[in-house]
Structures are given as structure tokens and as C-alpha cells.
């Protein structure tokens, strides 16, 4: 059994759990961030396997398909290794996400449960567009007071869904401000449930509600558990009740259930996920379920760690003790104050590249940040200095449709033939469609102004009085400076940006923020060129992960990042207003996540960790009109008495805001310790 090994005693414990004849009692395994949960949950499913267990009557899950294949792997090593033969991963048929093995289980049971078995799946997208026409189809769309967007109803109605809980309990918990639409958000669901099942659809929400209404049924119930001896769950702390139901009927007694998780970083409440899965887990069963506890860390150095567990040790309750480690380091993890967020960005870059230099690959280190948009300046940085990037848990910036509309304005005024560009623009104009434009950029090919020359072209047919206002803006722009030519391209898509978007206030916050960039840049020119886009045509709408051997920076949303590791990890806007992102406004639940997913980003560090505190931090949330820049503090999570556990940094970039170089100061000096002298 050598590869179990270098599992520790408790580790090891887990993996054995239960062995001999019969199936093992229910097990949990709960334990902080790093302390080998995964690991040992894969050496179990290995241990299983290679005791003889049948792998197609094994169903493994966790919560990301990447996550799941990741486990999947590592089974395949230890197995391998084991029996000194290959072991395909193909053969642990049932290895997955929740919402995957729920349809592959519709699927198969269809015809049983009176579902047509060549269903649809739609995605989160489908469903709020199918969610739109029903809300058009009964007129609320055209309602005087603004009927809640198709995101918001798609979000209350998944709520609903995934909590369990009536319509008026999520209204009045989670969404007060859209209270008064009750009656009509009801008929708008009904609407929506009959036009899935007309067209033979199941949205994503539906793979567990189908699953865990078919579980309710006791016959059914025990035909489906019959599937698999075991079954094993990873991050369970981010389960909702659906799940928890799916998985108590699965195996009402328990026998061959493993759940492992960390109430510490349950950080989908947000989406109805409930850490009560986790913490009831032992006493679902009679007798309890076993609990194994691990408290070793594996992954981040002391000093790492030290910062991280003061920071959950705050918290207001918590199972799962605070973790230690061997991993000594003199470094201690950088707290860095920067003036603004493009300086955040440079020196973020900086760091990273000096890795790089010391061996650190880029895939070796990745850039978290709280939510997808507050990348947007970091973004632009690495563009910007062809440092490859990819992206989870959002859209890149500079792909995403507003900010291409946007750069394809400046980019068509400043070069009227770059037809991709103007192709583009021209299609904004409300009647304007891909062969009207078309035909416009032939038109204009002769001339040698051709911005002159499109001012004395017959407008396309269909196109009103918008296509007089883009030819002034247009001219407008190729004569304005720089920066105030952006200000004027945005002001002229504004308009066009609520007709076009139904998030439109979040695009626009991006669009400020993209003018706010652009003000950093000396020319329009140079600004243009820096950014080397991909052109923004159709077929390379996805950037696509880089191949395999490249080497890329990897930047994600905290949420995207559970489970993982790197060597290097950094953290955008460690602020108050970011991290937690509301200011003040939010519950104390609702702070309590935030600082567990604050706990999250810091865990994901081995060797190093930076966090970024921008004094001046920009509020992509709308505020009316004035300035949307905020004076940051830094985030309340790490509190004044932390501060010993970190190398406390203010970082001022090397060259002076009207292009000098900073010239070194003529020697240290403290000037609060004189100024307190003066009065000591
Ligand atoms: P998270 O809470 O972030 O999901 P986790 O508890 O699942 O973390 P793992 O990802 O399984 O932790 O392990 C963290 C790191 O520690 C991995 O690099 C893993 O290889 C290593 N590790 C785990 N157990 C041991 C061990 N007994 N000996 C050496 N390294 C270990
Ligand atoms: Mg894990």
C-alpha cells in the first residue's frame, strides 16, 4: 500500500474508512482550506478501486466540471500507481457535476418519469432569453415602472428553485425592491415553466429539480440509488437543499456516502447554497454519520497561513479549527497600498514578470479579484505589455460586446477604411443591418476622405435620424483631442447602449472605466495600438485557451478559484466596497461570505501572496451621475491588529505623473515618528 504513504495518520484514516464487507457507514470529512481534502478524497475512490470495487458503480461529484476532471485524474494516478498498470479515468463513468449526472439521469429515466427523452438543455443565457419573450408575450416589458429585468426574474426564479422557498419569502429576503411584482412574477414563471415544457426544454435549475422530485418518490428513489455503491462529494459546504435531498434519497442510510468539504468557504449563499448541508450531515443518520477532521495544511507557507487564519478566526461561527503547516518562509505576505488601480495593475504586472524571471511560469500564478469587471484596468496592463492571460468566471474586458462597440468608434474615426471597425459601427444605428453596411463601406472605398464623403452618401434605407448624429459624432471625433475624443464616442453610444443591453448600467460603469484607462494614455494613437485587439469580427468571438504547452497568466473571480492552487497569488482591491462589496449596506450574512471568500482568495497561495489596496478604487455599482471614484479603505477583514502578519508596502510607480523620472528620495525618514515626538 505504498501509495498511501504520504498520507498523514488522519488523512490515511479517511481513505480506510469503513473498509471490509458491506458498504462503509456515511462518512464527512471537514476540514480548512489546503489540508489535503481533495487528495484524500481521490486516494479513497483510488483506495476503493483498487480493493476491487466496480468503478462504473462509483458516482464522484464536486462542483465544476473543470474541478471534477481535475479528481478524475488524479484517480487515474494513484490507481495507476497502485496496480502498476494504466487505469483509464473513462472507466469512472460517473464523475461529474451535480447539474451533468442530473441530466444524464433524466435522460436515461426519461420515459419512466414522463419526460420526453430528446429534451433540450438550456443554458443561463437560453433561459433568460426564453424568460424575455414570455415577459414580453404578457406585456410587462412595456409596463411604466420597470418591470424587473430578465436577469433579475431568471435570478428570483432560480432562488426560488434552488431554496425552496415561496416566491414572496425570496422577494422579501433577497429581492425587497421588486416586491410590488409579485402577482405578475407569478404569472410570468407559470408562462415560463409551460413555453420549457412546450418546446421540450429543461433549463439548468431543472436538472435538480426534475432529480430531486423523481427522489421523492420512495420506488424511484431506491431504483436510481441501486446505480452506485458509493458516492462521494466534494465542496459540499456549497450544496443547496435540492442537492442535499438528491443525496439523502439516494442513500437513505448513509451506507457508501462520503461528503467532504469547509464550512470556512462556503461562499455560494448568494445562489442558495445552504453550509446547513454540511453541519447537519452527521445527524441525518442514526446512528450519526462519522466525522474526520484534518488540520494540517499542505499548501501555503506559515506566514501564508498565519495571515489567513486570522482573518476567518473573526468570523462568527465556524466548525473547522484553524489549520497549521511546516512550510517555514521568512516571507511574509505584501500588503501593498498604490495610489489608484492602474498603478495597482503596473506593479501587479511588475511582480508577475520578476516571477516569471526567477523561473515562477506564468500558470504557476494567478490574479484574483472579487468580481468579474474590477479586471478591466489589469486587463488592459497585460494587453498592453503581451502578457498572455486567460480568464475564468467572466467575460474578458476588452472582449466583452459594449467595449469593442466603443474602441470600434475611436478606431473608425480615426481610420475611416478599417472596414472592420466601421463595419461594426455602422450596424449600431438602429435599421442598419450587416448588408446596408456593407454597402456604405463600398461606397465610401473611393474616396479619399471618406468621413466627407460619408456625410454626402443617401443614408441606408431604414436608418432614421441616429444616422445623421453618427455622422456628426463621427466627424465630431476625428477632429476632438485626446482624451476628450472618448468622452464624446461614449456620449454618442450611450443611448445606444439601453436599446442594445439590458444590463445596461453595468456596461456602462465599464465604459467609464474604459475612458478612465484611456485618460492614462498620452495619445488616442497610442492607446489604440497598445490595446492590439483581435479584430472584433464574428469568428473570433472566443479567445479560446491557449495551447497546451503556452504559457498564460491565469485571472479569475474568487468563486472560480475554490479547490485550486498556485505558487504566486495575487488579490485586486482588497477595499472596503470590493471586498465586502457592499459598503456597509449588506447583512451580516451576507458580510460574513465576503470574508470567507477574502479567506478563499488568501488559501489558494503556496509561496507567495499579494493583496492590492487601491486608495482610490472605482464603484463599478451606479451611483447618479458625479463622481464614481471612491477613497478606498482597505477591506475591514484585515483588521490594524493583523497588520504585524504582513510586509505592509506603499508602492508609488518609478515615474512622476508628467513623465519624469521619480527621483529617489534623499534618505528615509518617518514623519509620524517626529511628528509624535514633538508631543513625547
Ligand atoms: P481546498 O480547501 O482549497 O479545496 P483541500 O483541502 O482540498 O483544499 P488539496 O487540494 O487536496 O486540499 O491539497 C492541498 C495541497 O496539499 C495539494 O498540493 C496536495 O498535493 C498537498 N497535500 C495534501 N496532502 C498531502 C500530504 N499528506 N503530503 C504532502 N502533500 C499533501
Ligand atoms: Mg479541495
Known amino acids: ?109 426519461a420515459l419512466e418519469i414522463g419526460l420526453n427523452p430528446e429534451f433540450s438543455i438550456h443554458d443561463r443565457e437560453d433561459s433568460a432569453d426564453l424568460m424575455n419573450l414570455v415577459r414580453h408575450g404578457l406585456g410587462f416589458s412595456k409596463t411604466e415602472s420597470r418591470f424587473p429585468s430578465k436577469g433579475t426574474c431568471l435570478a428570483i426564479y432560480s432562488r426560488a428553485v434552488n431554496a425552496e422557498e415561496s416566491l414572496s419569502q425570496v422577494l422579501r429576503n433577497q429581492f425587497p425592491w421588486c416586491a410590488n411584482w409579485e402577482a405578475e412574477l407569478k404569472r410570468l414563471f407559470g408562462g415560463y415553466v409551460e413555453a420549457k415544457q412546450a418546446q421540450n426544454v429543461l433549463d439548468y435549475d431543472d436538472l435538480l429539480l426534475a432529480w430531486a422530485q423523481v427522489m421523492e418518490h420512495p420506488g424511484f428513489a431506491a431504483h436510481i440509488g441501486a446505480t452506485w455503491d458509493h458516492v462521494l462529494i466534494d465542496e459540499y459546504q456549497d450544496t443547496n437543499r435540492l442537492q442535499s435531498r438528491i443525496l439523502l434519497g439516494l442513500k437513505p442510510d448513509g451506507r457508501g456516502l462520503t461528503v467532504v468539504g469547509d464550512d470556512a468557504q462556503s461562499i455560494y449563499a448568494f445562489r442558495a447554497a445552504t453550509v446547513r448541508n454540511i453541519l447537519d450531515f452527521p445527524s441525518a443518520f442514526t446512528p450519526p454519520a462519522d466525522v474526520i477532521t484534518l488540520d494540517r495544511n499542505y499548501r501555503s507557507t506559515q506566514p501564508i497561513l498565519a495571515a489567513a487564519n486570522a482573518v476567518i478566526e473573526e468570523a462568527r461561527e465556524r466548525f473547522s479549527k484553524s489549520l497549521w503547516t511546516e512550510r517555514e518562509s521568512s516571507e511574509k505576505p505584501r500588503l501593498v497600498t498604490l495610489l489608484n488601480e492602474a498603478d495597482q495593475a503596473r506593479h501587479f504586472v511588475d511582480q508577475i514578470l520578476a516571477n516569471r524571471e526567477t523561473g515562477m511560469r506564468l500558470t504557476q500564478q494567478a490574479v484574483l479579484f472579487r468580481t468579474s469587471s474590477h479586471s478591466g484596468q489589469l486587463e488592459v496592463e497585460l494587453t498592453r505589455r503581451n502578457v498572455p492571460f486567460v480568464k475564468f468566471g467572466g467575460l474578458k474586458f476588452l472582449d466583452s460586446a459594449h467595449v469593442k462597440d466603443l474602441l470600434a468608434v475611436l478606431r473608425f474615426a480615426q481610420n475611416p477604411r478599417d472596414r472592420v471597425a466601421g463595419f461594426r459601427v455602422l450596424q449600431l444605428v438602429p435599421g442598419v443591418g450587416p448588408t446596408a453596411a456593407g454597402k456604405v463601406l463600398d461606397a465610401l472605398a473611393p474616396h479619399i476622405h471618406p468621413l466627407e464623403a460619408l456625410a454626402t452618401l443617401n443614408p441606408p434605407a431604414r436608418a432614421g435620424t441616429a444616422w445623421k448624429d453618427l455622422i456628426e459624432a463621427l466627424s465630431g471625433l476625428h477632429a476632438a483631442d485626446w482624451p476628450a475624443g472618448i468622452a464624446r464616442a461614449r456620449a454618442w453610444y450611450d443611448p445606444h447602449l439601453d436599446r442594445i443591453h439590458e444590463d445596461a448600467e453595468t456596461r456602462r460603469a465599464d465604459l467609464l472605466q474604459l475612458e478612465q484607462i484611456a485618460g492614462g494614455y498620452p495619445s488616442q494613437e497610442r492607446f489604440l495600438t497598445d490595446l492590439t485587439l483581435d479584430p472584433p469580427d464574428a469568428t473570433s468571438g472566443q479567445a479560446g485557451v491557449p495551447l497546451k504547452d503556452d504559457d498564460y497568466l491565469i485571472l479569475s473571480t474568487i468563486h472560480s478559484a475554490k479547490g485550486q492552487e498556485w505558487r504566486a497569488v495575487f488579490v485586486l482591491n482588497v477595499v472596503d466596497g470590493c471586498i465586502p462589496s457592499d459598503l456597509g449596506t449588506g447583512s451580516s450574512a451576507e458580510i460574513e ?88
Do not use: C
Request: no cysteine; charged share 25%.
Open 593 to 680: 461570505e465576503e470574508r470567507r471568500l477574502l479567506y478563499v482568495a488568501m488559501t489558494r497561495a503556496k509561496d507567495q501572496l499579494t493583496l492590492g489596496v487601491p486608495l482610490r478604487f472605482y464603484v463599478t455599482q451606479q451611483t447618479r451621475n458625479g463622481d464614481r471614484h471612491i477613497h478606498a479603505m482597505r477591506s475591514r477583514f484585515i483588521s490594524r491588529d493583523m497588520l504585524d502578519r504582513y510586509e505592509v508596502i506603499h508602492w508609488q510607480p518609478p515615474i512622476l505623473s508628467d513623465g519624469r523620472p521619480r527621483p529617489p528620495a534623499p534618505q528615509a525618514i518617518d514623519i509620524s515618528t517626529k511628528m509624535r515626538g514633538m508631543w513625547s
Open 1 to 109: 500500500m505504498a501509495y498511501l504513504d504520504k498520507l498523514n495518520d488522519r488523512q490515511r484514516q479517511a481513505v480506510e474508512f469503513g473498509a471490509g464487507p458491506g458498504l462503509p457507514p456515511p462518512l464527512l470529512i471537514i476540514a480548512g482550506a489546503g489540508s489535503g481534502k481533495t487528495n484524500t478524497l481521490a486516494h479513497r475512490v483510488a483506495h476503493l478501486l483498487v480493493g476491487g470495487a466496480d468503478p462504473r458503480r462509483i458516482l464522484l461529484m464536486t462542483f465544476s466540471r473543470r474541478a471534477a476532471t481535475e479528481l478524475t485524474r488524479r484517480v487515474e494516478r494513484i490507481t495507476t500507481e497502485a496496480l502498476g498498470s494504466g487505469y483509464a479515468a473513462e472507466a469512472l463513468a460517473w464523475a461529474g457535476t451535480f447539474h451533468g449526472i442530473g441530466a444524464r439521469i433524466l435522460r436515461e429515466h
